[in-house]
């Protein structure tokens, strides 16, 4: 049985483009070749440039929240990643630093010039890498409940601790027992599972992640399973983590960032974690406890997201 959509539900009211119709601020679907792959995008608004990176695994549609307020301030682009829904999925390219040159070939080919980066999950790491390796056209950066991968990550264990919660990840501080990290290096395999069945893990993750989970509602979970209920989706998803000893060993290169950096971190999720690590990897940043959240910040608590961008980005 197929449960990436429930019956009933007509496919074209889950398209980027139809989804795009219905935010307020006269949003609208585009596709642009950029760095080698075809990427999409939803736009809208107008003012200075503010491009948002989303993560796993979600699409562009998990700013959907905050992108009508924020379009009355900025010029707003909600981008789909290499390999992530509406986006090509090429066999390549799933390290941080090529996929940060994605979007800084994006935002030339649209004439943008310096652009600010919002990211959550994956979209934080290539917002990270986009402001280490192309800092003359990174404006501020705003990292959601994730920083770039580094060393660090190398320790993580592949057994929960004795005190650890396998079957939940909500946790007091930065304890959560990241089981996917290891299910998504293997190749072949979770394609195969999750092919026709990979709402199962998109319920799994909302329902374990968010403090509250019915603030990713059920329309927002159809997009997912759309999005990813493929076997080729769930490969080119996968390929982000596998991709993370490759931009561990580029973390290593980068100096400081030099932007401005917003790190918000959920207060059930990573906040301790941003506030350990991130003092020593940037010269400007702040690390703002986000109340009531779990990891999903923008869905969980929309209004604190479009109140700490819009005072940061001026």
């Given at each position: 049985m197929n449960t990436s959509r429930p019956a009933g539900t007509p496919p074209d009211a889950l398209s980027d483009a139809a989804l795009a119709r219905s935010l307020d601020g006269g949003f609208t679907s585009r596709?642009?070749?950029?760095?080698?792959?075809?990427?999409?995008?939803?736009?809208?608004?107008?003012?200075?440039?503010?491009?948002?990176?989303?993560?796993?695994?979600?699409?562009?549609?998990?700013?959907?929240?905050?992108?009508?307020?924020?379009?009355?301030?900025?010029?707003?682009?909600?981008?789909?990643?290499?390999?992530?829904?509406?986006?090509?999925?090429?066999?390549?390219?799933?390290?941080?630093?090529?996929?940060?040159?994605?979007?800084?070939?994006?935002?030339?080919?649209?004439?943008?010039?310096?652009?600010?980066?919002?990211?959550?999950?994956?979209?934080?790491?290539?917002?990270?890498?986009?402001?280490?390796?192309?800092?003359?056209?990174?404006?501020?950066?705003?990292?959601?409940?994730?920083?770039?991968?580094?060393?660090?990550?190398?320790?993580?264990?592949?057994?929960?601790?004795?005190?650890?919660?396998?079957?939940?990840?909500?946790?007091?501080?930065?304890?959560?027992?990241?089981?996917?990290?290891?299910?998504?290096?293997?190749?072949?395999?979770?394609?195969?599972?999750?092919?026709?069945?990979?709402?199962?893990?998109?319920?799994?993750?909302?329902?374990?992640q968010a403090v509250d989970p019915r603030s990713i509602d059920e329309h927002a979970r159809e997009v997912y399973a759309r999005a990813y209920g493929s076997a080729d989706a769930v490969r080119a998803g996968n390929a982000w983590y596998q991709a993370f000893t490759q931009d561990m060993e580029d973390e290593w290169t980068y100096g400081p960032l030099t932007a401005p950096v917003l790190a918000l971190g959920g207060d059930h999720s990573n906040y301790t974690y941003l506030r350990d690590v991130l003092p020593a990897k940037a010269a400007d940043v702040q690390v703002v406890e986000v109340a009531d959240c779990g990891h999903y910040i923008p869905e969980e608590q929309p209004q604190a997201v479009t109140d700490r961008l819009t005072a940061f980005l001026g």
């Open positions: 596709h642009a070749d950029a760095n080698g792959v075809r990427l999409h995008y939803v736009e809208g608004g107008a003012g200075e440039p503010l491009i948002l990176l989303g993560g796993w695994p979600q699409t562009w549609w998990q700013w959907n929240k905050v992108m009508p307020a924020l379009a009355r301030r900025y010029r707003v682009l909600a981008v789909d990643l290499r390999g992530m829904g509406g986006s090509g999925k090429p066999v390549g390219g799933y390290d941080k630093k090529t996929m940060a040159g994605d979007i800084h070939a994006l935002a030339a080919r649209l004439g943008l010039g310096r652009v600010h980066l919002a990211g959550h999950d994956i979209g934080a790491m290539v917002a990270w890498a986009h402001a280490a390796n192309h800092p003359e056209a990174t404006g501020k950066v705003v990292l959601l409940d994730v920083a770039h991968p580094d060393a660090g990550w190398s320790s993580f264990s592949l057994l929960p601790e004795p005190d650890q919660h396998a079957g939940t990840v909500i946790e007091e501080g930065d304890r959560s027992y990241l089981w996917w990290f290891a299910f998504n290096q293997v190749k072949g395999l979770p394609e195969r599972l999750l092919d026709g069945r990979v709402r199962l893990l998109v319920d799994w993750l909302f329902e374990r």
